[in-house]
């Protein structure tokens, strides 16, 4: 007969052998801060080929194809395996993931990509400037809020991607659209989505907010002021049916995807106009930031 301390021990043993191991590329980064993007949301079809699978702060998105199926940013480690397990409540697998794409190389949207990457073995396609970031877990000097930011894990390989570079997967091209500003290598990425003959341009866009580190004045960098100018004048200009923005708030997208759930009809993220209110808000920021800095 087994002992009660030989039984203890028994317990203790199997409890080890259950407990996950440490996995580097999961390990939690500022996990009571992220924990605000981080609220659980049903994952949801936006429009024809194209679904949310994140989280009620954070975007990623998915886009079908008949060849497998891209990804649209990675949020943070922690997230991950919800990220991965809403696939799975679509009917997909992270295995069927081919392409993750990045729109910029921050921790909160680009720290649970190498994680992803090997759990799918998918290609990742970064700007030129935002794959050096990646490669190097999130070291930009040149960032205004670069005294803030987290190191994530390095994503070790990435394709480097021009922009309006087109890229296939399947019968779905989506095209990279610079988008510099919030980062130097900030890149939005666009594609097609049809419901029957229904057909939408989407656009997955990089943030467009301007925010920095305490200290750190948009004043003394003109040339920073300068990329947001002009992507904010590309926005205007974009065919834009649908926008998904990498936090859902900062378009609306978190009371859009609420609409959808609950079947709102028509669909609320179609508005030819979004693009254009997007950088509208946003200069705006830019705008009276500028004005702050100069009256102190």
């Avoid at 060849?67 to 696939?87: F, K, S, T, W």
């Avoid at 729109?103 to 030129?128: C, F, K, M, N, Q």
Wanted: hydrophobic share 45%.
């Amino acid at each position: 007969m087994m002992t009660k301390w030989a039984a203890a021990i028994s317990v203790a043993m199997m409890s080890l052998a259950a407990a996950p191991a440490d996995d580097p590329l999961l390990r939690p980064i500022s996990p009571e801060y992220a924990q605000r993007w981080l609220a659980p949301e049903t994952p949801v079809r936006v429009f024809g080929n194209t679904f949310s699978v994140g989280f009620g702060g954070l975007s990623v998105a998915v886009i079908r194809t008949d060849a497998g199926l891209i990804l649209v940013d990675g949020g943070v480690p922690q997230g991950v395996p919800v990220v991965e397990a809403n696939l799975r409540k679509l009917g997909f697998s992270i295995r069927d993931v081919k392409l993750i794409l990045s729109t910029e190389p921050h921790w909160d949207h680009a720290a649970g990509i190498a994680a992803l990457a090997r759990d799918s073995g998918a290609t990742v396609l970064a700007s030129a400037r935002a794959s050096v970031v990646l490669k190097n877990g999130g070291h930009d000097p040149a960032d205004p809020q670069a005294a803030v930011l987290e190191p994530f894990p390095a994503v070790t390989k990435v394709r480097a991607v021009r922009d309006g570079e087109r890229i296939r997967l399947g019968n779905v091209t989506v095209t990279a659209v610079a988008s510099p500003g919030h980062t130097s290598g900030s890149m939005s990425w666009q594609w097609q989505s049809c419901e029957g003959k229904a057909c939408a341009t989407v656009l997955f866009a990089s943030s467009l907010n301007p925010a920095a580190a305490d200290g750190w004045r948009f004043a003394d960098h003109p040339e920073r002021v300068a990329m947001f100018r002009g992507t904010f004048a590309r926005f205007r200009k974009l065919p834009c049916d649908i926008l998904l923005t990498p936090h859902p708030d900062q378009s609306g997208g978190d009371r859009k995807l609420a609409a959808v759930r609950a079947g709102a009809r028509p669909n609320p993220f179609r508005d030819p106009a979004s693009c254009k209110a997007y950088a509208d808000r946003f200069e705006a920021l830019l705008d009276k930031r500028l004005r702050d800095e100069a009256a102190r």
